[in-house]
């Protein structure tokens, strides 16, 4: 089977005001140097690679105060036109959440507001018809159940394990309506023996793979966007069919982001 593309509308978010003022995952280091110019240059060459690809991309005004901003997938889970907006477990974003939101209303969208916590596209992916729910670390485990209830589709609860890959698009990729590619000790035994069963042709990534976030990957269902330093998943991913195009967002990385995560798919209802 040949992958096809779908053109895609994103939202993203210019990191005018990144920075690694605090420390919430193990990427990030408030004492070690970074470069807001080379974030923003690389951010640029992000956006213009799915323009590229033919994808729509609609922005976010940047809020000072909130270096994470950039961070487009943890502002909402949007999927059938439905909004579920986002609840942080940290402080240092809490005030993320009711700009996500904001755009969202002022877009036209129904947006449900979250009783527990859940960091959006972070850990919750469309995965075909399901959705793929990451817990552990930031999502709370009810958030789940909530998700489900929003969306009236399946959620698969995956239980992550390892502090380094805290959100679910860390430790897996969505790849098209059939397949991911993920991280197996990323995920506690139980899940991944669900995650084996549901996906059986699944890509394998190797821990040189996700140590540069090689799975933070944008997928159209024929091209991947992946970070340029995952030279053995884009191999894999090659060897299976699909297109790819590394793009490098180090500086990002440093925050414990990829392409990914600056990306948060807009599905309205077809
Ligand atoms: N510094 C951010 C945090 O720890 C990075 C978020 C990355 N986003 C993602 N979708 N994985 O919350």
Known sequence: MTPTATPRRYLMCRPTHFAVTYRINPWMDPTAPYDNALAVSQWENLRQTFLDLGHTVELIEPL??????????????????????????????ADEAPAYAAWFRESGFDVFAPKHTNEGEGDILLAGEVLLAGTGFRTAHAAHAETQEVFGRPVITLQLVDPAYYHLDTALCVLDEKNIAYLPSAFSPGSQAVLRRLFPDAVIATAADAEVLGLNAVSDGRTVVLPVQATGLNAALRAAGYSTVGVDVSELRKAGGGPKCCTLEVRTRD
């Open 64 to 93: 000072p105060g909130l270096p994470d901003m950039v961070f487009a997938a943890n502002g909402a889970t949007v999927v059938d036109g439905k909004v579920l907006a986002v609840q942080f477990r940290d402080a240092e974003r």
